[in-house]
């Protein structure tokens, strides 16, 4: 699927991607996304939480897009007596986050590299190395000369510090996109790309557009703040599902009915699908039985507006995931084809 902005866009993804930003870590992508809106002549503000707002511009009928820039992360629990570090979980899977090499990021010394090993894990040495994963047994083995807590110390790690894995990005032959973190950053790219786009183009937009990149989405209070109370409209931009029974696939922009969280706003969600088949933009409806989103959090704190969610397909969500770019344009195309007048 040949785009005008498809190369910036995936730049951007591969940008986002490279910025460390597990739960709680988000000053360095926070910073980014202020530089990135600011030279293209916006005038974004952070949260103090964290997070970045920006108004797109537009007249009336206030709307706001969200899409999360944290991330699946841990942070260290102890440190062990024999120099590894045990894993204080905050989103990973322990059953698929093994022998992923890892950032140890401490609060005043740098950081420091390592990987996600089950404890004893050589299987010459060790009979139950097949013993079911938790993060009991999982621990970050450094690459460091480190085989005391002293040692540890001695290079500033402390618990609490974070601990952020490789994304292991790329795009395929097939333009097929395999990371970590797609949820939610394909998303937050298209997005700065949509911004982008209305910068280069001078498109007119059909209402006030803003865009609200949220920080805590993935422990359930990221679209808590942020919102201007005169907002009437909340579109979370995510990921969309790919798995069984989903009708969704990676090349795909999902348009979901309902979630774990009940269903998405009915008039709204019917003017998605509208404006998708209008400008032949390839969608799916689907309802995702384990998922919450930013606009969720903001109903429950209290926001009368109207809410939705769409976003590109992604399979194996939380896990070492995939998309295609198509998904990615796909979405864009949803966003333009429902906001541009």
């Given at each position: 699927?040949?785009?005008?902005?498809?190369?910036?866009?995936?730049?951007?993804?591969?940008?986002?991607?490279?910025?460390?930003?597990?739960?709680?870590?988000?000053?360095?992508?926070?910073?980014?996304?202020?530089?990135?809106?600011?030279?293209?002549?916006?005038?974004?503000?952070?949260?103090?939480?964290?997070?970045?707002?920006?108004?797109?511009?537009?007249?009336?009928?206030?709307?706001?897009?969200?899409?999360?820039?944290?991330?699946?992360?841990?942070?260290?629990?102890?440190?062990?007596?024999?120099?590894?570090?045990?894993?204080?979980?905050?989103?990973?899977?322990?059953?698929?986050?093994?022998?992923?090499?890892?950032?140890?990021?401490?609060?005043?010394?740098?950081?420091?590299?390592?990987?996600?090993?089950?404890?004893?894990?050589?299987?010459?040495?060790?009979?139950?190395?097949?013993?079911?994963?938790?993060?009991?047994?999982?621990?970050?083995?450094?690459?460091?000369?480190?085989?005391?807590?002293?040692?540890?110390?001695?290079?500033?790690?402390?618990?609490?510090?974070?601990?952020?894995?490789?994304?292991?990005?790329?795009?395929?032959?097939?333009?097929?996109?395999?990371?970590?973190?797609?949820?939610?950053?394909?998303?937050?790219?298209?997005?700065?790309?949509?911004?982008k786009m209305l910068k280069e183009e001078s498109i007119s937009l059909s209402r006030n557009v803003w865009l609200n990149f949220t920080s805590f989405e993935e422990i359930g209070h990221g679209g808590a703040t942020g919102i201007p109370v005169e907002m009437e409209d909340l579109l979370s931009v995510d990921m969309g599902c790919v798995g069984e029974n989903i009708t969704c696939t990676e090349k795909m922009v999902s348009i979901c009915a309902k979630d774990s969280g009940g269903p998405y706003h009915y008039e709204f969600t019917n003017e998605l699908i509208e404006a998708a088949k209008r400008d032949g933009v390839d969608y799916a409806i689907d309802v995702y039985n384990f998922y919450g989103s930013d606009v969720e959090c903001s109903l429950r704190a209290g926001y009368d507006v109207r809410y939705a969610l769409i976003g590109p397909g992604v399979y194996a969500s939380h896990g070492y995931e995939r998309t295609h770019v198509d998904g990615m344009l796909h979405t864009l195309d949803l966003i333009k084809s429902y906001l541009v007048g």
């Open positions: 699927m040949e785009h005008k902005y498809k190369e910036y866009m995936l730049q951007q993804l591969e940008n986002l991607l490279s910025i460390d930003s597990p739960t709680g870590y988000h000053y360095n992508i926070q910073n980014y996304l202020v530089n990135e809106l600011t030279q293209m002549g916006y005038q974004p503000e952070t949260l103090r939480k964290g997070g970045v707002k920006v108004n797109l511009g537009g007249e009336r009928h206030p709307i706001m897009m969200l899409s999360h820039t944290d991330t699946l992360g841990c942070v260290v629990k102890y440190i062990k007596g024999n120099g590894r570090l045990a894993i204080s979980n905050m989103t990973l899977n322990p059953n698929n986050i093994e022998t992923e090499t890892v950032k140890v990021i401490t609060r005043n010394h740098g950081s420091y590299e390592g990987t996600i090993q089950l404890s004893n894990a050589s299987v010459h040495v060790n009979k139950e190395v097949n013993t079911a994963r938790d993060f009991d047994n999982l621990e970050i083995v450094l690459d460091e000369d480190v085989k005391s807590v002293d040692d540890v110390k001695a290079l500033g790690i402390n618990p609490g510090d974070f601990i952020a894995v490789n994304p292991r990005y790329t795009v395929t032959s097939k333009e097929y996109i395999k990371s970590r973190f797609l949820d939610d950053k394909a998303s937050a790219a298209v997005l700065i790309t949509f911004a």
